[in-house]
């Protein structure tokens, strides 16, 4: 048994190394055996065969051997459907909504934020070149009225004049356009900023209905747990997320299985909540292990 146990170890070794030196020989040995799966899960046996695999290989790499198996002590594995597994896809779904909607919303609004730096640059030098021309026009005015005050301009200076005039509406006809441009880039950045006020709408929506379904949820929320009542052993799963989530509760039901209670630290496997990102043991997991055979 022990030397069976030893070569199944081994065929884990492909694992990332876990670096412990403590002595984890105190617990014994886990077996477990796959009893039911709710077909309503929609998971294939394979999927599951390799979420318990890659579980129960996460604590047999840490040398807390946890092997697949058919003695009568064996835990049985359930995957139980109840409203909670549609809960935890709704929820993953939503995560994913909400997660694409506020990249939408970021990358748009610094967008928009560069447009409205620049209109508001370009505004402000129209707005100063308007108010030069209307100085110079106002000279070139006075000057016309002095001219013909007097009775009107010598050919020449009259030429002049008319030439300063022809400039000047150029100009104006210039600014305009320019203006006109500046307009219409207003209103397009107005419809920008509705479009982008109804995706944050939108988002916030999700928002709200996430916060509503994991509420619903309780703080409560229980993906799996693990039982044991005399030489009965079972784990059994009510919801989660995808198969990796699958392989993290299974590795925290073993977790408990081993004889662990849960750690204060949230990213650990053996924390009271599903925050792990992974599910592998932590060195928080571990000590708490080494903990177990320092105690008992
Ligand atoms: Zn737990």
């Not at 129960?56 to 409203?83: K, R």
């Not at 929506?205 to 929320?221: D, L, R």
Request: aromatic share 6%; with cysteine.
């Amino acid at each position: 048994m022990r030397l069976s146990l030893f070569i199944l170890t081994l065929s884990f070794c492909a694992l990332p190394a876990i670096s412990h030196a403590a002595d984890h020989s105190c617990i014994p040995p886990l077996t477990y055996r796959l009893a039911f799966v709710d077909q309503r899960f929609a998971v294939s046996a394979e999927s599951v065969t390799q979420a318990l695999k890659d579980a129960s290989g996460a604590w047999s790499a840490a040398g807390t051997p946890v092997t697949q198996g058919n003695s009568t002590d064996a835990i049985a594995i359930s995957l139980l459907y109840d409203e909670r597994h549609p809960a935890r896809q709704a929820l993953r779904t939503i995560e994913g909504v909400i997660s694409t909607n506020s990249a939408t919303y970021e990358f748009r609004r610094s967008a928009l934020d560069a447009r409205t730096a620049a209109h508001k640059a370009n505004s402000a030098l129209v707005a100063t070149a308007s108010a030069m021309l209307e100085t110079i026009v106002t000279f070139h005015n006075m000057a016309v009225d002095s001219w013909n005050a007097r009775g009107g301009a010598t050919p020449e200076k009259a030429a002049e004049l008319n030439a300063t005039s022809a400039l000047l509406q150029g100009v104006t006809e210039t600014l305009n356009r320019i203006s006109d441009t500046l307009n219409r880039e207003a209103a397009s950045i107005n419809m920008a900023v509705a479009d982008t006020n109804q995706l944050a709408r939108t988002l916030n929506q999700a928002v709200t209905t996430y916060n509503t379904i994991g509420a619903e949820q309780g703080t409560g929320f229980i993906e799996g747990t693990y039982r044991r009542m005399g030489i009965d052993k079972k784990i059994e799963v009510y919801a989660f997320a995808d198969s990796k989530d699958l392989t993290r509760i299974l590795a925290h039901e073993f977790g408990h299985a081993l004889g662990l209670e849960h750690v204060a630290s949230p990213t650990a496997l053996m924390y009271e909540k599903n925050s792990a990102t992974d599910y592998f043991p932590t060195t928080d997991d571990l000590s708490a292990l080494t903990a177990l055979c320092v105690t008992s």
